[in-house]
T-cell receptor, first 116, second 116 residues
Framework: NAGVMQNPRHLVRRRGQEARLRCSPM?????VYWYRQLPEEGLKFMVY????????ESGMPKERFSAEFPKEGPSILRIQQVVRGDSAAYFC????FGAGGTDTQYFGPGTRLTVL | AQKVTQAQTEISVVEKEDVTLDCVYE???????LFWYKQPPSGELVFLIR??????QNEISGRYSWNFQKSTSSFNFTITASQVVDSAVYFC?????????????FGQGTRLTINP
């Protein structure tokens, strides 16, 4: 049973370019979460999605960042017009049940974004 | 607001020593869930344990044990007879039942180095 898949593992962009990060949840999981880890810091929640729905985007920056989880295919975190401050590790997690209960989020290996 | 504090930024011990990583949390939810994750040098996040607030039994898994004390809002993690492979950053995390039930709130992490 494959775990959470993320690609690319490393992404280099120049300031002003767009970054697209992909996440395929574990088999049987329909809940996806994105977190950001800035250098030497803990992880910060960004957004929670189910198929075709954004459930909670309270951690997303107001501008340039968007996320989707289409009916078919992986979840995408998109960062437009990247700036140096966007350099971070972006982790995707998935879970089987969503809110409450004994739900556990399992993480992918992360995408390390470097903005030159 | 929910908060997790890992006061120990870095710990360094010699192999075979026991080591305890501290975690203190704040939440207004009566039901909540606590987690520990391991981030080895390769960068991925590995789930270690989930503890429900209504279950105060301590847990042991091999060389790992967890001490949950509701009275002091702590969920400490002990590694017995540490090994070099235990070297990693360890994160404690909290998820509430009501407020923002889906998101994990992480501590800053404790970097553990086990020296041979």
């Amino acid at each position: 049973n494959a775990g959470v898949m993320q690609n690319p593992r490393h992404l280099v962009r120049r300031r002003g370019q767009e970054a697209r990060l992909r996440c395929s949840p574990m088999k049987g999981h329909s809940h996806v979460y994105w977190y950001r880890q800035l250098p030497e810091e803990g992880l910060k929640f960004m957004v929670y999605l189910q198929k075709e729905n954004i459930i909670d985007e309270s951690g997303m920056p107001k501008e340039r960042f968007s996320a989707e989880f289409p009916k078919e295919g992986p979840s995408i975190l998109r960062i437009q017009q990247v700036v140096r401050g966007d350099s971070a590790a972006y982790f995707c997690a998935s879970s089987p049940f969503g809110a409450g209960g004994t739900d556990t989020q399992y993480f992918g290996p992360g995408t390390r974004l470097t903005v030159l | 607001a929910q908060k997790v504090t890992q006061a120990q930024t870095e710990i360094s011990v010699v192999e075979k020593e026991d080591v305890t990583l501290d975690c203190v949390y704040e939440t207004r939810d009566t039901t909540y869930y606590l987690f520990w994750y391991k981030q080895p040098p390769s960068g991925e996040l590995v789930f270690l344990i989930r503890r429900n607030s209504f279950d105060e039994q301590n847990e042991i898994s091999g060389r790992y044990s967890w001490n949950f004390q509701k009275s002091t809002s702590s969920f400490n993690f002990t590694i017995t007879a540490s090994q070099v492979v235990d070297s990693a950053v360890y994160f404690c995390a909290l998820r509430g039942e009501i407020q923002g039930a889906q998101k994990l709130v992480f501590g800053q992490g404790t970097r553990l180095t086990i020296n041979p």
